[in-house]
């Protein structure tokens, strides 16, 4: 057998291992298990790493279909032909669809992961806590330098218990915030970041800023598709608000500030006017009725949110 018949057959088997690792989690999605299996199988090398992607891209791609057998198998379970067979179909819908980042892989890569409108409080290893909030996720890498975290999705709100040998670096590979002893806000959307100082001080830096300093109080914004970076003052009673179902926003585009408040509600949320989705918006918003709030964000552009079902909200200029 030649090499390149060998390299398929071995990409095969590694596709067939990750669909049984995903059978796994989807049929016991509560157990920890099951996702730290999956992080020690991605690991083993760039080819498992690659073998679990296109499981994770293939459940994004029919996630209808993948329900649906989820809701109709003669045992009770998934198999990997159910699965499969789901994929298939899916597949076929891959023109009318769009590739979102699937929750499988956030699974296999994220220590801590929430659900939608979920906001849950982790104490870190090192005693730090983060409030992780809705459809959120969240990577640890600590060492014996520093304490590194990956906010792999959505928002987190840091309570840094102090430590000067050990740096608290947090990244959402768009802006990275560095911080000793302090409490701090970072969000990320749609390649726009958005860090809020609360007490003490952090150092932010982007792919256009080597490092800024800021204190108490302090907001910093970078959207990564225009590099423009902005700046300005919160009250306290305003950062991270969010975890009380609040939303405080200053000059955020309507992608991320729509894609923020989708995290509290069923479906997705499409912006069909990519022009639309530059603007930026201020305001307050109530994350209690994430409709109201969207309609909040999107009428003084005179754009209409359409809703289909649960599952999804389609926003269009008119």
């Known amino acids: 057998m030649n090499n390149s018949a060998d390299e398929a057959q071995e990409a095969q088997r590694l596709f067939r291992e990750a669909a049984d690792l995903a059978i796994r989690l989807q049929n016991d999605p509560v157990n920890p298990v099951s996702a730290d299996t999956v992080k020690s199988w991605v690991a ?4 498992h790493a690659a073998a679990w992607a296109r499981v994770a891209a293939v459940h994004g791609f029919s996630g209808a279909a993948f329900a ?5 198998p003669k045992n009770g379970k998934i198999t990997r032909r159910n699965f499969i067979a789901g994929s298939a179909l899916g597949l076929g819908a891959v023109t009318t669809g769009a590739l979102t980042l699937p929750h499988l892989w956030l699974l296999a890569q994220a220590d801590h992961i929430t659900t939608t409108a979920e906001i849950r409080d982790v104490v ?5 806590l983060a409030t992780l909030g809705p459809d959120s996720a969240l990577a640890l890498a600590y060492s ?5 975290i990956n906010l792999l999705s959505g928002m987190a709100y840091f309570h840094v ?18 911080a000793l002893g302090t409490a701090f806000d970072l969000s990320s959307e749609k390649g726009f970041s958005s860090v809020t100082v ?11 800023l080597a490092g800024e300093k800021l204190e108490a109080g302090k907001w910093l914004t970078y959207d990564s598709a225009t ?27 309507v992608a ?7 995290r509290w509600k069923s479906g997705r949320v499409i912006i069909a006017d990519t022009s639309l989705g530059a603007r930026t918006v201020s305001g307050v918003f109530d994350l209690n009725d994430p409709d109201a709030a969207i309609e909040a964000v999107i009428r003084p552009f005179g754009a209409k949110a359409r809703k289909i079902a649960s599952f999804a909200t389609i926003i269009s200029a008119v």
């Open 144 to 148: 014996e330098q520093n304490r590194r």
């Open 198 to 208: 609360a007490h003490g001080t952090v150092e932010a830096k982007t792919r256009t």
């Open 124 to 128: 870190l290893p090192d005693g730090s």
């Open 68 to 72: 649906e057998n989820r809701r109709k």
């Open 44 to 47: 083993r090398s760039p080819a």
């Open 161 to 178: 218990q102090p430590d000067h040998n050990r740096p608290f670096i947090v990244s959402d590979g768009v802006m990275q915030v560095t």
């Open 256 to 262: 991320a500030l729509c894609a923020k408040i989708s």
């Open 227 to 253: 590099n423009q970076i902005a700046r300005g003052i919160q009250d306290a009673s305003e950062i991270a608000a969010w975890r009380s179902n609040l939303l405080f926003a200053e000059n955020e585009t």
